[in-house]
């Protein structure tokens, strides 16, 4: 707060300001009260409790990640040190049709929903008890939480591999109207995934009209990123345009040799429906993603990294075709042997990765899987990537231009009011770095390394994070769907 003495807590003196707006960058002071940015100019003869001098340094309004797994890792007052440290101060959680509430589950999670965490998790029959808990002691970074479609049929279904019951639904509903009230931002489906695959599009529509009533978004992990992709778009943009609701595609991709460049059509599909309807799209900036093993996507990927293996967790960080070798079996017979298990896909073409992540649609979004005992990089360096090696190294798009597909862009898609670009009354989240030093180091070996460059995070204007290092402040918030 000011003080007596007309003092800001927090002064950031001689900021290249990058706003998030995608404005050019411009050197000033800016100012914190309280939660909030309270001043922004000149501000050479006022008095703060903390000053910092940022001569250099690029302070941007605090990263949002689109699209993270990180429902439990939000949980217990945590550090939330993968994002945190990388100057993230928001994430959208529930995404690829998985949330960990509303369900209460008595035995081992099915895949996928194993990726969000083990049985334990899931404890919430409400997502009302979901937000509570994480409100009861907070954690580090804010969260804008959605709700899953696979969560949904698992807590109303008895079997999966078929389409809902109108009764089927009309639980769902429950649940999901339950989850809206109780403030989630949005709904995902995960239709690539044997748990929703049944699911005909218009079980999803069925859903997406209450999403609608409540001005709420729709985010998909489409059912099918390979040969069919264009096919999954149109499905997708047919189920967000009769649901009436704006559409996520999930960490856009084209997976597959055979699909390497088919990102100039799925582009031109996706430019063609925003002329109709609401759609925006995130990415993440590596050739490689990262879920449950299975063979369907073994068979598309030209490598495969395991990030964890229920029965053999001496195996991590291991090349699947090397494990298959030293056991001596084919490779399905070591799927078989491993599962349950995650691992890493190297499918996708840096062609294509840089075209979506280039689109001005394209929000950046970790999709960071915390609970696994050999992540993917992507769960520690996604932004400073994007920031060091596709803006310094690559020169895809200009420093402004990503700071806004991290902050504004998805500030606006997910409706986070007064956050995502550095304006006064917005609240004080904020990320200083060194844009000459900005860096990602963790790598596909060594997963768990803090990015480099980053020098101060502050979330609901609390220091967050100094120098990479995670400070004490818990003060982030959930962030409930605006009324
Ligand atoms: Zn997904």
Redesign the pocket.
């Known amino acids: 707060m000011i003080d007596d003495h007309g003092n800001f807590d927090t002064l950031f003196r001689h900021a290249l300001i990058v706003d998030g707006t995608g404005a050019p960058a411009r050197i000033g002071d800016v100012a914190t009260s309280g939660d909030r940015i309270a001043a922004i100019g000149d501000l050479a003869g006022a008095q703060a409790r903390q000053n910092i001098e940022a001569d250099g340094l690029v302070l941007s309004p605090g990263f949002i990640d689109a699209?993270t797994?990180d429902d439990a890792l939000v949980l217990g007052g945590s550090a939330m040190e993968p994002k945190v440290s990388q100057g993230v101060t928001t994430v959208v959680t529930g995404?690829?049709?998985i949330s960990l509430a509303p369900l209460v589950l008595d035995s081992s999670p099915p895949a996928?929903l194993d990726l969000l965490g083990d049985r334990e998790g899931y404890r919430y029959a409400r997502f009302a008890d979901y937000l509570a808990e994480i409100e009861a002691n907070p954690p580090a970074g804010n969260v804008a939480p959605m709700v899953g479609h696979t969560t949904l049929r698992v807590a109303t279904m008895d079997s999966l591999d078929r389409a809902a019951t109108p009764d089927e639904i009309r639980a769902m509903s429950r649940l999901l109207e339950e989850s809206l009230q109780a403030g989630a931002i949005g709904f995902s489906t995960?239709l690539?995934?044997p748990l929703a695959r049944a699911a005909p599009t218009e079980e999803v529509i069925d859903l997406l009209s209450l999403v609608s009533r409540f001005g709420a978004i729709y985010t998909t992990?489409m059912r099918d990123e390979e040969d069919g992709v264009e096919l999954s778009l149109l499905e997708s943009f047919d189920a967000a345009k009769r649901g009436r609701v704006p559409l996520v595609i999930?960490?856009h991709k084209c997976m597959g040799s055979e699909n390497h460049g088919r990102s100039v059509s799925t582009l031109n599909l996706i430019d063609e429906a925003r002329t109709r309807q609401a759609v925006g799209l995130d990415a993440y900036p590596y050739v490689a993603?990262s879920?449950v093993l299975m063979d369907a996507m073994v068979r598309k990927s030209s490598r495969v990294l395991i990030a964890w293996s229920k029965p053999h967790p001496e195996i991590r960080g291991r090349d699947l075709s090397d494990i298959a070798l030293q056991w001596d079996c084919s490779v399905n017979d070591a799927i078989e042997r491993l599962s349950p298990a995650g691992a890493i896909y190297f499918h996708m073409s840096d062609e294509d990765v840089h075209r979506i992540l280039a689109h001005p649609a394209t929000m950046i979004g970790s999709?960071g899987l915390p609970h696994d005992e050999h992540p993917h990089p992507r769960l520690w360096g996604a932004f400073p990537r994007v920031l060091g090696h596709c803006v310094r190294d690559l020169n895809l798009f200009p420093l402004e231009e990503a700071v806004r597909k991290m902050t504004t862009l998805p500030a606006t898609t997910f409706k986070l009011k007064n956050r995502g670009c550095i304006a006064v009354g917005n609240f004080a989240d904020l990320v200083l770095f060194d844009p000459t030093a900005i860096a990602d180091t963790a790598t596909f070996e060594a997963p768990r390394q803090r990015a480099a460059g980053i020098r101060a995070v502050f979330v609901n204007g609390k220091t967050a994070a100094i120098d990479g290092v995670v400070e004490q402040a818990r003060s982030g918030r959930v962030l409930r769907r605006a009324a």
């Open positions: 699209h797994h995404n690829c049709g996928p995960g690539y995934y992990h999930s960490h993603g879920t999709d």
